[in-house]
């Protein structure tokens, strides 16, 4: 039987000071243009918590709004806040960047992460309120806090990464190594980051799916971030570090990397998985990337808008065996992009849509929802990248039209019917496919459609390793599991067919 | 006449429009020296 998807997180953490000193749009331009005019601007231009709480494409990731809902407003977005905004959504939460802090040094076990003890007693409180979630074990991790001017000579002194709220120095993460550049307190803060994310999204997934967290037997992390020293850069395993914060103590696991195609991989794999029985439940979380925040930046500060990539993002979702209710995964319709696919537009789209739908006999529009890559319109266009998953679906309809699915009239419709409006923050592997899961499992169970293909597609040519694209897609059902089961012949079945025929032989002999 | 007969180009394509190496094949065809081609990702 198909695994299927028991339930979904969804986060969101507001990092204004973060996208200042950890962006590398901002660091690189540290560098090379200190005096420019773009980092005197760039204060101006970011959002308060508020804003970015009442700012409807990050309602939408936490699953306070619908895609629906979103595809109705007129864009952009940003200037017109929603009305009923709330912390805690139906999928996650909108954390403060304050709060994060606290998390970072619970998710830390190297005695890293420094913070002042005056922002501590001022911020403890609102991070321990929501118990349901941010349990006693994790609070119990905070430390009482540090004198401001111990964290000053760790930023000062000792090469620590400062952690800023309201552009004041609150705390600090220290290196974790004299001379190893893989362990400096830049890269232990992007990675602290990645992992205490992932932890908030796995503990609202296990909120969400309603299971217990000692259920969970293996996780996967399907971040962009490489944990290592100087000898295995890269080595991992975030995976197993956020589990045992998260307090998932049955669960192993390891990181798999793919870029931006990460977590569709992480998908595929964790399906089968469960699918082949070596694990009844496992789950795949990634957290955020601080390299990404302010990304574009600078064109959104040329064109008068708020810095709209401010946000750092971590989902999680649990697959576990066939419950004989929630949707599945069909891993009998995965497409592939491979080494010999290419990578014109065209082969992409066809190695991972019209491929795997063809070996099933399927055409494009027996799909009722596409979910490529779901990236907030919002924050591209400005940009000059476009709509980016109106893009891929004007792409897909090309194909509709090319094979006589439809005319290239019905293009517009297509998009309509079959797409969606992106809403997820420009975090790389956090808006590729994996947005709409926690959708599609809602839409699915709600009979508002039938199926949602996921498609996820990774650029590995950044690494400079090779010039491939990447990509993979998985189809979303509804749940098959009682009709399989069904159709098949049990072993007790089988002895009761035998008894009779041996009982209707023994009465025709007798009979004779 | 090709306008990029002859001509050094440089590619950058942009991993959601058009990527790199359908570019560089393009700008060969049309009698280009291709000096560098890179596809960047922007989200």
Redesign the interface.
Same mark, same amino acid.
């Given at each position: 039987m198909n695994s299927i998807i028991k339930g979904c997180g969804y986060i969101l953490v507001h990092t204004p000071d973060m996208v200042v000193h950890n962006g590398t749009t901002q660091t690189t331009e540290r560098i090379v243009n200190p005096d420019g005019d773009y980092l005197k601007a760039l204060p101006s231009h970011l959002r308060t918590y508020e804003q970015a709480l009442h700012y409807a494409p990050n309602q939408t990731y936490i699953g306070n709004m619908t895609p629906d809902d979103l595809a109705e407003m007129a864009q952009p977005f940003y200037d017109k806040p929603v009305e009923n905004a709330a912390r805690v959504g139906e999928f996650g939460e909108i954390m403060p960047e304050g709060e994060f802090y606290l998390l970072m040094q619970a998710a830390d076990v190297f005695d890293l992460v420094h913070l002042d003890k005056d922002f501590v007693a001022a911020t403890k409180p609102a991070f321990a309120a929501n118990n349901e979630v941010i349990t006693e074990d994790i609070v119990a991790r905070i430390k009482e806090g540090d004198e401001l001017s111990h964290i000053e000579h760790l930023v000062n002194d000792e090469h620590a990464e400062g952690l800023y709220l309201d552009d004041k120095l609150v705390g600090c993460v220290a290196r974790a190594h004299d001379i190893d550049v893989n362990l400096t307190a830049h890269i232990m803060h992007e990675n602290l980051v990645s992992k205490a994310s992932s932890i908030l999204a796995l503990l609202y997934a296990v909120r969400n799916a309603g299971i217990d967290k000692s259920e969970i037997e293996y996780v996967i992390d399907c971040s962009e971030e490489a944990v290592g020293d100087m000898n295995q850069r890269g080595g991992g395993n975030l995976a197993k570090s956020a589990a045992e914060i998260a307090g998932l103590s049955g669960a192993s696991g390891s990181d798999l990397r793919a870029f931006?195609a990460a977590p569709t991989h992480a998908l595929i794999e964790a399906a089968s998985l469960v699918k082949a029985g070596t694990y009844k439940c496992v789950a795949v979380t990634a957290g955020g990337s601080t390299a990404k925040l302010g990304?574009?930046g600078k064109d959104h500060v040329k064109k008068g808008t708020p810095i709209l990539e401010d946000m750092v993002g971590g989902f999680s979702i649990i697959i576990s065996e066939n419950d004989g209710v929630n949707p599945e995964i069909n891993l009998d319709m995965v497409g592939r992009h491979t080494v010999g696919t290419g990578?014109?537009?065209q082969a992409v789209i066809s190695s991972l849509v019209t491929d795997p739908l063809d070996r099933h006999g399927m055409k494009i529009l027996d799909i009722d929802k596409y979910s490529p890559?779901m990236?907030n319109p919002d924050i591209?266009k400005p940009? *000059?990248? *476009?709509d980016?998953p109106l893009?891929n679906y004007k792409m897909i309809g090309a194909l509709a039209a090319k094979r006589g699915e439809m005319t290239p009239k019905d293009l517009g419709n297509f998009v309509a019917q079959h797409g969606l409006t992106g809403w997820a923050p420009?975090q790389?592997h956090i808006?590729s496919g994996v947005p709409y899961v926690g959708f599609a499992k809602k839409d699915i169970l709600a009979g508002k459609i039938k199926n949602a293909m996921i498609i996820g597609k990774g650029?590995l040519?950044?690494g400079r390793m090779t010039?491939l694209?990447d990509g993979v897609s998985f189809v979303i059902q509804g749940n098959t599991g009682k009709d399989e089961a069904n159709s098949g012949v049990s072993e007790e079945e089988v002895k009761s067919l035998i008894a009779q025929a041996l009982r209707d032989f023994a009465s025709s002999l007798m009979a004779e | 006449m090709s306008i990029l007969n002859g001509k050094k180009v440089i590619i950058i394509g942009?991993?959601?429009?058009?990527?790199?190496?359908?570019i560089e094949e393009c700008a060969k065809t049309a009698g280009a020296d291709v000096v560098y081609s890179?596809?960047?990702?922007?989200?």
């Open positions: 931006c990304m574009n990578s014109s537009p890559e990236q591209t940009a *000059g990248a *476009g980016v893009a420009t790389g808006p650029s040519f950044l010039n694209f | 942009d991993r959601d429009g058009i990527p790199g190496p359908a890179s596809t960047e990702c922007f989200v």
